[in-house]
């Protein structure tokens, strides 16, 4: 088999050089022996149109997507899954008798970082507070939907954002203010950070925690750094967090198994590469 023919998957962004899903794609290929390849492609937005719809006749087998094109590999599908469908965004695709098949796997990849942390999580519901309303928010918001939390007030700092929201997603979705949140904190069970507040080079993410409940849990999708100033504060409250590292580590999981047939594990080894490559 020439190198060219070797089964190769790619991640879709622009920009895209700061994607980690290779080091993640390339560390199971060469853990499960598969002989194939995962690599970076960057495509602009004024493109992605006509390179999906001619995806079938190019080198990949199969693709992620990232920002800023999930809505636009949404449009371009032939068929969409219902959690993609649900979202109106996608982040997998394949190619099924030629056809463009795509699939959203953040609100999975989501639920299972939690569900490897926090035994029972969402068995009791509560209300929850997501912070942020935009892609990502949109992942947390359908996978909380789907555990049962109620309500699960998004807060968002342009609050039509939010309230674009409760229009996609229905009850319980209820969309609130940043003036809010010290209120809404006081019965919350569950806090998620999906703005990019925290993450490295941005601002970080200030809330005071003391009128929280115990028992209340804090988790952000931010992962660089793994513990941002919001997990920070948790910890020293005594709250329970989750980090967001597992998040991008679980929604990987199904396209390489889409892709190469072996259903890859989330590891601490899996963990510890990405973490040093940061
Ligand atoms: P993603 O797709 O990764 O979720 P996004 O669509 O750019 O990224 O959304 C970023 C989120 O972070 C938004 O909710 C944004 O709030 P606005 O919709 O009001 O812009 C939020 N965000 C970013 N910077 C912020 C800041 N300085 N203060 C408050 N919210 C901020």
Do not use: C
């Not at 329970?240 to 594990?265: K, N, S």
């Amino acid at each position: 088999m020439s190198a060219s023919k070797i089964p190769t998957a790619a991640v879709l962004g622009w920009p895209i050089k700061h994607s980690r899903s290779p080091l993640i794609h390339r560390h199971w290929l060469t853990r499960y022996g598969i002989e194939g390849d995962y690599v970076r492609h960057a495509v602009a937005p004024e493109e992605i149109g006509e390179f999906l719809s001619g995806f079938a006749g190019g080198p990949f087998i199969g693709a992620n997507v990232t920002v800023p094109h999930k809505e636009a590999a949404f449009a371009a599908v032939a068929k969409a899954d219902a959690v993609a469908t649900a979202l109106g965004a996608v982040n997998t695709l394949w190619l099924e008798k030629g056809d463009l098949i795509g699939s959203n796997t953040d609100a999975l990849g989501f639920l299972a970082n939690l569900d490897q942390y926090v035994p029972d999580f969402g068995a009791g519901g509560g209300p929850a507070i997501v912070l942020g309303a935009g892609g990502a928010a949109r992942a947390v918001i359908h996978a909380l939907k789907t555990r049962g939390f109620a309500p699960v007030y998004v807060v968002n700092r342009s609050l039509d954002r939010a309230e674009a929201m409760v229009t996609r997603f229905g009850p319980p979705v209820v969309a609130a203010t940043w003036q809010d949140v010290p209120g809404l904190l006081k019965e919350a069970t569950l806090l998620v950070n999906t703005t990019s507040l925290g993450m490295e080079g941005q601002p970080p993410l200030e809330i005071d925690l003391e009128p929280v409940q115990d028992t209340m849990l804090v988790t952000d999708i931010v992962y660089a750094p793994l513990e941002t100033p919001l997990l920070k504060a948790a910890r020293v409250r005594g709250l329970a967090t989750v980090d967001g590292l597992g998040m991008l580590l679980h929604q990987a999981a199904p396209g390489f198994e889409r892709w190469f047939g072996v259903r890859p594990e989330v590891t601490d080894e899996l963990r510890r590469i990405i973490l040093s490559d940061m």
